[in-house]
């Protein structure tokens, strides 16, 4: 199989040196390899994308000496497919529809219980309350939620392999944990038709992703992933979570950090070199 690695920027916003540094590893790694670098506009939420970022990212993505082959996935034109990964989960009898607003659900929760944990991957962890509703039932004003229990069951659980600095080696994934610590995460968002941990690993699977680069804020958020590819029989990428990229005061960059958005550096007359140098990267040899 071709070394295959990709960066998925949702077009929310500009890109900061974060993403600049995600890119370009990723696209270091694929030539360093003699593999491919594939790009994905990870655009479920249709509320928040804006074509403007679209046309922005793949400007600062040239502009950093980035290419890819065309044509670039985009999530928005692959809601059917996300259809198909929930209806099987469904077929196999693991999902249900909720109906509860954040207020419903932290008032389920209740007082924090000492050593029992509040938030996992997936924001917090769901107490259950419509556990017993059927798919059915659902009346498309719903989340569809996975029942983690009869998931973690139902699949035959894989280990997955790290190459990241931080989280290097092999990890099993825990069924106590993730019925625990994770919880009934979300498939498919209120007016989004999927949800980010459905479609990336129906994208990662469908693009042939064999290197996962991205942010070591999305290692927890990997037992998700490798727990829905082993229940939709999808294979699973080798992951490289990378280091993130904090401003002065220790704190990671965000979207809304125009301060350091690759285009404000372009207009202030840096190269692409002076970018590489800024996050880390030894400088490019093409
Ligand atoms: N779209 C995600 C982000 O912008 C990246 C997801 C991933 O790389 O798996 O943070």
């Not at 498309?140 to 790290?162: H, P, W, Y």
């Not at 009934?184 to 693009?207: C, E, F, K, P, W």
Request: net charge negative.
């Amino acid at each position: 199989m071709t070394f295959t690695t990709r960066f998925a920027p949702s077009p929310t916003g500009p890109l900061h040196l974060g993403h600049a540094y995600s890119a370009m590893l990723a696209h270091d790694m694929a030539v360093a390899n003699g593999g491919r670098f594939l790009l994905r506009i990870e655009d479920i939420d249709q509320s928040r994308a804006r074509p403007e970022w679209e046309a922005q990212i793949y400007e600062d993505l040239h502009w950093l000496g980035l290419s890819w082959p065309q044509p670039v996935m985009r999530q928005s034109e692959r809601l059917p497919r996300y259809r198909a990964a929930l209806d099987q989960l469904t077929a196999m009898g693991l999902t249900y529809p909720c109906c509860c607003n954040r207020a419903d659900i932290e008032a389920a929760a209740g007082a924090p219980q000492e050593g029992v944990p509040q938030f996992g991957p997936d924001g917090r962890i769901y107490p259950g309350t419509c556990r017993s509703r059927l798919p059915s039932e659902s009346t498309g004003r719903d989340v569809i939620r996975l029942n983690m229990e009869k998931a973690v069951r139902a699949a035959d659980l894989r280990s997955f392999s790290e190459t990241g600095p931080e989280f290097q080696g092999t990890h099993a994934l825990d069924p106590d944990e993730l019925i625990s610590a994770v919880g009934d995460i979300i498939l498919v968002r209120r007016n989004m038709g999927s949800s980010y941990h459905l479609s990336v690993v129906a994208d990662d699977a469908d693009q042939g992703i064999t290197h996962a680069v991205r942010g070591a804020d999305l290692f927890e958020a990997t037992q998700i992933h490798v727990l829905l590819q082993s229940l939709l029989g999808l294979p699973s990428p080798i992951y490289h979570h990378h280091r993130l990229i904090r401003d002065e005061n220790g704190k990671r960059l965000a979207k809304r950090d125009d301060a350091r958005a690759i285009a404000k550096y372009r207009a202030e007359g840096a190269t692409p070199q002076d970018i590489r140098e800024m996050v880390g990267l030894p400088p490019s040899s093409g």
